[in-house]
């Protein structure tokens, strides 16, 4: 069973970055592929990117290409989600997710993953 907490959401201006944290407890993460899924108000879970476990695939929803950027260190037990060039519609709560059933990203972004974190939430304002 996993265990995951965000951190690294906040307020900030349009065009600014954030570098979105989740750290993983109750098992090694070298396992599992890795995900991050957003929810803005009004709106349903959007899928945003997708590491696999060996970090050889990656996808990205195509409102966030070019501007995310999700990465893993699996010796601190933590994934990343790098944010620039932030837009007022990139604003709701971002959730860190993994599974080890070993599907493609695309399912896992269309479909979501076994665990998850409780969420940070990003607003992008002026």
């Known amino acids: 069973q996993l265990h995951l907490v965000e951190s690294g959401g906040g307020l900030v201006q349009p065009g600014g970055s954030l570098r979105l944290s989740c750290t993983v407890s109750?098992?090694?993460?070298?396992?599992?592929?890795i995900g991050w899924f957003r929810q803005a108000p009004g709106k349903e879970r959007e899928g945003v990117s997708c590491m696999q476990s060996s970090g050889g695939e990656t996808a990205y929803a195509d409102s966030v290409k070019g501007r995310f950027t999700i990465s893993r260190n699996n010796a601190k037990n933590t994934m990343y989600l790098q944010i620039t060039s932030l837009k007022p519609e990139d604003t709701g709560v971002y959730y860190c997710?993994?599974?080890?059933?070993?599907?493609?990203?695309?399912?896992?972004?269309?479909?979501?993953?076994?665990?998850w974190g409780n969420g940070t939430l990003v607003t992008v304002s002026s």
């Open positions: 997710a993994a599974d080890r059933w070993g599907s493609s990203c695309h399912f896992y972004l269309n479909y979501g993953m076994d665990y």
């Open positions: 109750g098992n090694t993460l070298d396992y599992y592929a």
